[in-house]
């Protein structure tokens, strides 16, 4: 038997630093949006590893490893939406490598680019809450998370809750217009990059 020919599916891309409400977001999203969307996570990814073999790793080899399982999840997002599935990722875009991987890997796809944004005060006092994140490690992440400065839409889950985000991002699938974030820094930081 053979693969069905399908069109892509879409990818809406949540990026933003820990505990800034990107997998609330996405949760939602899958609730609200008008057809079916799978929610890939890399902290999904991560946790089919066995925490107990990682914690042996010597710091350079547990780097190798975190290397590859997020270039293993650009091209399983990548993989799943060539399939025909329409995809909520969430991810963190803290280094510059990350981005550009995700901009060869994805190159073709329709990618919506989301930047979650969450004030300082409010990431430390989540991830307080929290209990298993160490405090202050979302604020250091924020500069290079956004460092790339396009985004089809943005939201800030400082005092807007997940579900109305996710309705905003609905909204504006609907409407959207003119080139995507993706084609614009595929078009500078590639280019760049040569």
Same mark, same amino acid.
């Given at each position: 038997?053979?693969?069905?020919?399908?069109?892509?599916?879409?990818?809406?891309?949540?990026?933003?630093?820990?505990?800034?409400?990107?997998?609330?977001?996405?949760?939602?999203?899958?609730?609200?949006?008008?057809?079916?969307?799978?929610?890939?996570?890399?902290?999904?990814?991560?946790?089919?590893?066995?925490?107990?073999?990682?914690?042996?790793?010597?710091?350079?080899?547990?780097?190798?490893?975190?290397?590859?399982?997020?270039?293993?999840?650009?091209?399983?997002?990548?993989?799943?939406?060539?399939?025909?599935?329409?995809?909520?990722?969430?991810?963190?875009?803290?280094?510059?490598?990350?981005?550009?991987?995700?901009?060869?890997?994805?190159?073709?796809? %329709?990618?919506?680019?989301?930047?979650?944004?969450? /004030? @300082?005060?409010?990431?430390? #006092?989540? !991830?307080?809450? &929290?209990? +298993?994140?160490?405090?202050?490690?979302?604020?250091?992440?924020?500069?290079?998370?956004?460092?790339?400065?396009?985004?089809?839409?943005?939201?800030?889950?400082?005092?807007?809750?997940?579900?109305?985000?996710?309705?905003?991002?609905? %909204?504006?699938?609907?409407?959207?217009?003119?080139? /995507? @974030?993706?084609?614009?820094? #595929?078009? !500078?930081?590639? &280019?760049? +990059?040569?």
């Amino acid at each position: 038997m053979r693969t069905p020919v399908v069109s892509p599916g879409q990818i809406i891309l949540l990026n933003g630093v820990s505990s800034s409400g990107k997998t609330s977001i996405a949760r939602q999203l899958l609730l609200v949006l008008d057809r079916p969307y799978f929610c890939l996570s890399v902290d999904a990814i991560n946790s089919m590893r066995a925490k107990e073999r990682t914690a042996e790793l010597s710091p350079a080899d547990l780097a190798a490893v975190l290397t590859r399982t997020r270039a293993g999840f650009h091209r399983a997002v990548a993989g799943m939406a060539r399939a025909g599935n329409d995809i909520v990722a969430d991810y963190v875009l803290s280094e510059r490598w990350r981005l550009l991987d995700c901009l060869t890997v994805l190159a073709g796809l %329709d990618v919506v680019l989301v930047g979650v944004h969450c /004030s @300082a005060a409010e990431l430390e #006092r989540r !991830e307080r809450a &929290r209990g +298993d994140r160490l405090p202050g490690q979302a604020a250091a992440q924020l500069e290079q998370v956004h460092a790339h400065g396009v985004y089809d839409i943005e939201c800030d889950t400082t005092a807007t809750g997940s579900r109305d985000c996710a309705i905003r991002i609905k %909204d504006f699938l609907s409407r959207r217009a003119g080139p /995507s @974030a993706f084609d614009q820094l #595929r078009s !500078e930081l590639l &280019r760049a +990059d040569h």
